[in-house]
């Protein structure tokens, strides 16, 4: 069973910067994408980011410019890096992986961004 861990949310402050981590039980390059979603209280899991097996990445309209995924293939991890962070990012952030026929999350990390 494939299992993801995140790491590396906190409390921040508006205008700080965090970087997630996504550690996979496998090979990454196994998976058709990987992506980061969150879920804000009282509000439906959304897509963040995404990086697809050939790299290519895509971005929420609400995060591009500020929001940086990557991957490294070496050690199975994909990375989040978040910066001019605002309030409204705050939410928990879910690692994903799709294969063909599957699909797996991590447990979640909390992202809090004060104002």
């Known amino acids: 069973q494939v299992q993801l861990v995140e790491s590396g949310g906190g409390l921040v402050q508006a205008g700080g910067s965090l970087r997630l981590s996504c550690a996979a039980s496998?090979?990454?390059?196994?998976?058709?994408?990987m992506g980061w979603y969150r879920q804000a209280p009282g509000k439906q899991r959304e897509l963040v980011a995404l990086?697809?097996?050939?790299?290519?990445?895509n971005y929420a309209d609400s995060v591009k410019g500020r929001f940086t995924v990557s991957r490294d293939l070496t050690n199975d991890t994909v990375y989040l890096r978040m910066n001019s962070l605002k309030p409204e990012d705050t939410a928990v952030y879910y690692c994903?992986?799709?294969?063909?026929?599957?699909?797996?999350w991590g447990q979640g990390t909390q992202v809090t961004v004060s104002s």
């Open positions: 994903n992986a799709l294969q063909i026929g599957d699909t797996f």
């Open positions: 496998t090979n990454i390059f196994s998976f058709n994408a």
């Open positions: 990086i697809t097996r050939g790299g290519t990445t």
